[in-house]
């Protein structure tokens, strides 16, 4: 079973600020995706395999990774970013890291 | 677009059948769907996933008492629990996988969630 463990639990920015948000994996050699989800509001996409931004989202958010360590990094923190950030495998099953609340300071 | 239907209160020991009623130009049968679940409070869950084959892959933790399927004439794909209890109250989705050929993927299109409450 492949576990994703994301870090910081909260990470608190005023806007402007670049964000850094960690998932870690279990095992090496898989591509993540992650999503964006606002309170009320579905869970969004917004990198799919690692470092492809999906449809319509801004070039602020990017994704990358350094073996089994993956990295969201929002470059510029807009009062609409505040939010929850979840990571996500889909390797043999699909699972979730517990997310990180992007809070503003 | 999808929708998630269903009754919005079942009871203990009881099965919940949900639907999702997909439109806008997706045939059911040309992509691969999923569930996911939120609990009040907590992070996303998978549950499954449908094959645009049709065949079904279930989370171990769900494995024995859940079934997915589709239903091409209607356009929708179905989530069926059974024996539910209090931990299975939560929003549920259904989502569509991100490429069309992939059998588990990112999701990219999802519902707007279906609140489920298991109580008596």
């Known amino acids: 079973e492949i576990v994703l463990t994301q870090s910081p639990a909260t990470l608190s920015l005023s806007p402007g600020e670049t964000a850094t948000l960690s998932c870690r994996a279990s095992v090496d050699f898989i591509s993540i995706s992650w999503y964006q989800q606002r309170p009320g509001q579905s869970p969004r996409l917004l990198i799919s395999d690692t470092s492809s931004r999906a449809a319509g989202i801004p070039v602020r958010f990017s994704g990358s990774a350094s073996g089994a360590e993956f990295t969201l990094t929002i470059s510029g923190v807009e009062p609409d970013d505040f939010a929850f950030y979840f990571c996500q495998h889909h390797q043999q099953v699909c699972a979730f890291g517990q997310g990180t609340r992007l809070e503003m300071k | 677009h999808l929708q998630e239907l269903g009754p919005g209160l079942v009871k203990p020991a009881e099965t919940v059948s949900l639907t999702c009623s997909v439109s806008g130009g997706s045939p059911v049968d040309s992509y691969s769907w999923g569930w996911i679940r939120q609990a009040p409070g907590q992070g996303l869950e998978w549950l499954g996933s449908v094959f645009v084959s049709g065949t079904p892959s279930y989370s171990p933790s769900f494995r024995g008492r859940i079934t997915i399927s589709t239903d091409t004439s209607k356009n929708q794909f179905s989530l069926t629990l059974r024996s539910v209890s209090a931990a299975d109250t939560a929003v549920y989705y259904c989502?569509?996988?991100?490429?069309?050929?992939?059998?588990?993927?990112?999701?990219?299109?999802w519902g707007p969630g279906l609140t489920v409450t298991v109580s008596s």
């Open positions: 989502a569509r996988n991100l490429h069309w050929n992939y059998p588990l993927d990112a999701f990219d299109i």
